[in-house]
T-cell receptor, first 114, second 113 residues
């Protein structure tokens, strides 16, 4: 099955700086890579995703890049703000007979300091 | 707005008890999922279901079973709870498709004493 590794496990940045979180996956057949944000005490929510036919996608201050050859993808947050503090999970969609199964990374605790 | 609800936010059970966790979604989603979340281990898939009465094992199914008798409801069952099943349990649902968003419930914090 799919295996997703995520680094770093914790990341501390100053407000206004950029943050980068990196993930690698093992199954070259995986074709969909979402990122979820989980604020303290709340449920995970999708913030951005990328499909395997695209190399980069941006949405305001967040962007995701995908390198299919190297099997890694990254989340970039620019001009970080205190409300960006949360746990971020990357995931990869694994092809299975039943459909939409995601394998998640172990999460990155991002702290944006004032 | 998609709504995924779980039957309890907090639950305390004793070792050996049978435990039922229920999840309900109101958006007619075909797929439903049960994850457990532990610090440093991320979200690990226990079971998922892509249709009524259909289920597929995830990465950590041992000690768990599931039931999906109606499309909107997906139950996770711990036949005989053990202390190592103390965790946060998250339910999610999604449409069928090659790349669609999973919508999560608020989670159930289960403690097994």
């Amino acid at each position: 099955g799919e295996n997703v590794e995520q680094h770093p496990s914790t990341l501390s940045v100053q407000e206004g700086d950029s943050a980068v979180i990196k993930c690698t996956y093992s199954d070259s057949a995986s074709n969909y890579f979402p990122w979820y944000k989980q604020e303290l005490g709340k449920r995970p929510q999708l913030i951005i995703d990328i499909r395997s036919n695209v190399g980069e996608k941006k949405d305001q201050r967040i962007a995701v890049t995908l390198n299919k050859t190297a099997k890694h993808f990254s989340l970039h947050i620019t001009e970080t703000q205190p409300e960006d503090s949360a746990v971020y999970f990357c995931a990869a969609r694994e092809l299975t007979g039943g459909g939409n199964k995601l394998t998640f990374g172990t999460g990155t605790q991002l702290k944006v300091e004032l | 707005d998609v709504k995924v609800t779980q039957s309890s936010r907090y639950l305390v059970k004793r070792t050996g008890e049978k435990v039922f966790l229920e999840c309900v979604q109101d958006m007619d989603h075909e797929n439903m999922f049960w994850y457990r979340q532990d610090p440093g281990l991320g979200l690990r898939l226990i079971y998922f279901s892509y249709d009524v009465k259909m289920k597929e094992k995830g990465d950590i199914p041992e000690g768990y079973s599931v039931s999906r008798e109606k499309k909107e409801r997906f139950s996770l069952i711990l036949e005989s709870a053990s202390t190592n099943q103390t965790s946060m349990y998250l339910c999610a649902s999604s449409l069928i498709g090659s790349g669609v968003e999973q919508f999560f419930g608020p989670g159930t914090r289960l403690t097994v004493l």
